[in-house]
């Protein structure tokens, strides 16, 4: 009888466990692509440093002065309908020049097991800018998902920046 019980026992942890490899970083990341007015790639000589405001007050940095960026990817947070991020552009004689991109979206969970957490997927419905030293933002992939080959935004800076 014991024996039956011990094996009952480990048959049943056994079968607790479960295989399921739940992804360590839920977060989807937007890819952005910069752009010249001629409509050719743009390397963007100057320092640039991006941030969103937080819901709770103050601000959060999402890129830490990168030089020399021709794209970069940011986050997308989930709990909001629009995503304002302020890029702040500092040039060799230390002058800041800033532009704002707001992007109105939608935030849809999505499950890779009822095991994991969710992640949050979304569809680009608009975007708006400044215009200081970009010249326009257009959506080129309006679906925001895991697949991190996607290219969803081009921004287009304006002749002489």
Known sequence: MRKLFGIITFAALLAACTSIDCPLNNAVYATYNLYGSDGKRYTLNDTLTIFTERNTGGDTILLNRKTGATTFSLPVSYA??????????????NEVTSDTITIRKTN???????????SFFHTILGVSCTRNRIDSVIINDREINNDATKEHIRIYFNSGS
């Open 108 to 118: 849809s969970p999505h499950f890779e097991s009822i095991d994991c957490g969710p």
């Open 80 to 93: 909001g309908d629009a995503d304002r991020m302020v890029l702040e552009m500092r040039n060799s004689e």
